[in-house]
Nanobody
């Protein structure tokens, strides 16, 4: 069973930066893609960014383009989300997810890490 564990969430001032990590464990972890989602209090979970594990093609939500960068280290089975120029509206619980194939649904989810951006 694949497990995803996020880390790196913290309290940061507006304009600051954080890097989130998502470490994957389990037998033969070889996803098609890994993604980051976030959920703010009282709001629905929203897509942030995704990366194709083999090849590295990326896609971003408009709200984070130019500020966030998703990447992965295949050898370490770890994904990252570098977040720069953070805004208070980026405050949320951030989740990483992975999927095995070219489907809309993600098969595996982490437990989430809290990011709080103060103004």
């Amino acid at each position: 069973q694949v497990q995803l564990v996020e880390s790196g969430g913290n309290l940061v001032q507006a304009g600051g930066s954080l890097r989130l990590s998502c470490a994957a464990s389990g037998p033969t972890f070889s996803p098609y893609a890994m993604a980051w989602f976030r959920q703010a209090p009282g709001k629905e979970r929203e897509f942030v960014a995704a990366i194709v594990w083999s090849g590295g093609r990326t896609v971003y939500a408009d709200s984070v383009k130019g500020r966030f960068t998703i990447s992965r280290d295949n050898a370490k089975n770890t994904g990252y989300l570098q977040m720069n120029s953070l805004k208070p509206e980026d405050t949320a619980v951030y989740y990483c997810a992975a999927k095995s194939g070219r489907t809309n649904e993600y098969d595996y989810w982490g437990q989430g890490t809290q990011v709080t951006v103060s103004s």
